[in-house]
Nanobody, 115 residues
Framework: QVQLVESGGGLVQPGGSLRLSCAASGSIFSTYVMGWYRQAPGKQRGLVAYITLGGSTNYADSVKGRFTISRDNAKNTVYLQMNSLKPEDTAVYYC?????????WGQGTQVTVSS
């Protein structure tokens, strides 16, 4: 079965950077459009960025210019490079397909931006 595991989160000061990874147990990134999602305290989970099969990327307005999504199909891994982090970026970050599948949701990785 396909399993997605997020990693790379942690505590970082405002203005800092983190690189999140999403590793799949099977080869799916060559087949599906993948996205990163996040859920902040008191808010619903929302789409942050996604990457198409052709490599086109799209971002939520709140992260444009600061976040970069990429993938490595050979490694079955999707990445989210986060720069110039702000306290409002604090959330649990998840990866899933662009049309998310319920059975693909993992534990996510916590990102905390604080002084």
């Amino acid at each position: 079965q396909v399993q997605l595991v997020e990693s790379g989160g942690g505590l970082v000061q405002p203005g800092g950077s983190l690189r999140l990874s999403c590793a799949a147990s099977g080869s799916i990134f060559s087949t599906y459009v993948m996205g990163w999602y996040r859920q902040a305290p008191g808010k619903q989970r929302g789409l942050v960025a996604y990457i198409t099969l052709g490599g086109s990327t799209n971002y939520a307005d709140s992260v444009k210019g600061r976040f970069t999504i990429s993938r490595d199909n050979a490694k079955n891994t999707v990445y989210l490079q986060m720069n110039s982090l702000k306290p409002e970026d604090t959330a649990v970050y998840y990866c899933n397909t662009f049309n998310p599948r319920n059975d693909f949701w993992g534990q996510g990785t916590q990102v905390t931006v604080s002084s």
